[in-house]
């Protein structure tokens, strides 16, 4: 996967979808300074990691909605990118397109806190086929995105998709390849180590 664009204050945003499962590996802290440091037009998309599970794991325990699961398990996307900021505290958390427009126009990558605008979107499922690998697609084309990258902890066979094959692989999410048929970017998949590895190559 080739690294965002260089830092363009005018470029189109670039959504990069950080997976939930990167918060138990070592390299997490490498990864999201990484991204800081390119700065915009990067948009990091957190995903609900452990926290989302806890919420999947809640829901048929206290016969929970699927309405009150989908918007719990987007407050644990709002938790992880907390999370994130606290790790990477260069990345600017952001809510909303004005707040992404403003990090980006000052250089900083963006750190999408979900909670506002996802809960508020009444064009997405309210579903387990709809994860933060869909959420970060939503944003991608409510933000014009020029690319949407979603980097994972497990190997990456085809990182060009189709999107398809990807949910058929349980790469992402079942909803993915609806919402990228309304998508006019790009759509790319890697794994955080080459991420990495392509960063240590390029220093």
Not at 43 to 72: E, I
Request: charged share 20%; net charge negative.
């Amino acid at each position: 996967m080739p690294n965002p664009t260089p830092p363009d204050r005018a470029a189109r945003p670039e959504i990069v979808k950080l997976g939930g499962s990167l918060t138990a590996s070592p390299r997490l802290p490498m990864l999201l300074a990484h991204y800081a440091e390119i700065g915009a037009p990067v948009v990091l998309v957190p995903g609900g990691g452990p926290l989302a599970d806890a919420v999947r794991a809640l829901q048929p325990r206290l016969t929970l909605s699927d309405h009150a699961a989908h918007h719990m398990a987007i407050l644990a996307m709002e938790q992880t990118a907390l999370a994130f900021a606290d790790v990477e505290p260069r990345l600017q958390p952001c809510a909303d397109a004005p707040a992404i427009a403003h990090a980006h126009a000052e250089g900083r990558a963006a750190l999408w806190l979900p909670a506002a605008m996802a809960r508020a979107a009444d064009d997405l499922p309210e579903s387990w086929d709809v994860t933060s690998d869909s959420l970060a697609l939503w944003l991608g084309i409510t933000l014009d995105a020029a690319r949407v990258t979603f980097v994972k902890s497990a190997p990456v066979a085809q990182p060009h998709g189709p999107a398809a094959e990807w949910a058929a692989s349980g790469l992402v999410d079942p909803y993915v390849p609806v919402l990228a048929r309304r998508f006019a970017g790009r759509l790319e998949a890697a794994s955080s180590d080459e991420v990495l590895d392509r960063r240590s190559r390029a220093a």
